[in-house]
């Protein structure tokens, strides 16, 4: 059965392990980015409280993906799984910003359009086929980011099975109970054939069953 979470290869055709890092790689330059926008709090451009506190949420999660980085690269399982779900909750705050920025954008756009086509009637077309083209673009770095968090679920599920992890297996008293709320989470995810033993189990116990009467 195809799955969403890509199982070996980023993009079909790259090892997940290159995908992963490449994802996480992207991630390092974006929160980086966060610093130039603090910086300007300093040299008076225009800001919003929204940019600030999105810059701020950057320049706090830029050690994070620095050290992810450096974990991804050595393949450690239990800090790429912390990891994957530290990219996946940053994922659905961006998307969050995005869609806030977009509606502000659209409405400012809206009016300068309509002000705009009053004087020109030939820019209703324009104003269209730029608008299609903003929604298109948005939707697909939406999308990306999306296939980004996959991916690294999907390479961390990689490592877990590799090391052969398990909720209840962690080692130090932090580590321990980090791992078991982790992979707690929807563990059928990250068990090496779990269905395939559920079948067998309920094969056994119906044999059993057969075997009383």
């Known amino acids: 059965m195809p799955s969403i979470v890509p199982k070996q290869y980023f993009l079909g055709f790259i090892p997940l392990a290159a ?5 996480t790689v992207f991630g390092v330059v974006n929160k980086a980015s966060g610093i130039y926008g603090t910086l300007s709090i300093f ?38 799984v912390a990891f994957s779900y530290i990219y996946f909750f940053d994922m ?45 673009i948005i939707v697909l770095v939406l999308l990306c980011k999306i296939y980004f968090s996959f991916a690294l679920f999907g390479y961390a ?30 563990p059928s995810f990250w068990r090496r054939g779990s269905r395939r033993a559920g079948k067998a189990r309920m094969v056994n116990t119906l044999e059993e069953g057969t075997e009383m009467y």
């Open 19 to 23: 995908g992963a890092e490449l994802i």
């Open 43 to 80: 040299t008076g451009h225009p800001i919003t409280a929204v940019q600030l506190v999105l810059n701020i949420i950057s320049l706090v999660l830029l050690p994070v993906f620095l050290y992810a980085l450096h974990n991804v690269r050595r393949q450690n399982a239990l800090p790429v």
């Open 92 to 136: 659905l705050a961006n998307i969050a910003f995005t869609i806030f920025f977009s509606v502000s954008w659209f409405r400012a756009f809206k009016v300068t359009a309509a002000a705009e086509a009053s004087q020109d009637t030939t820019t209703s077309v324009d104003t269209a086929s730029e608008r299609g083209l903003s929604i298109t």
């Open 157 to 186: 599920r990689l490592l877990v099975r590799k090391a052969g992890m398990r909720a209840d297996n962690g080692e130090g008293k932090f580590a321990r109970r980090l791992q078991y709320i982790m992979l707690t989470i929807a």
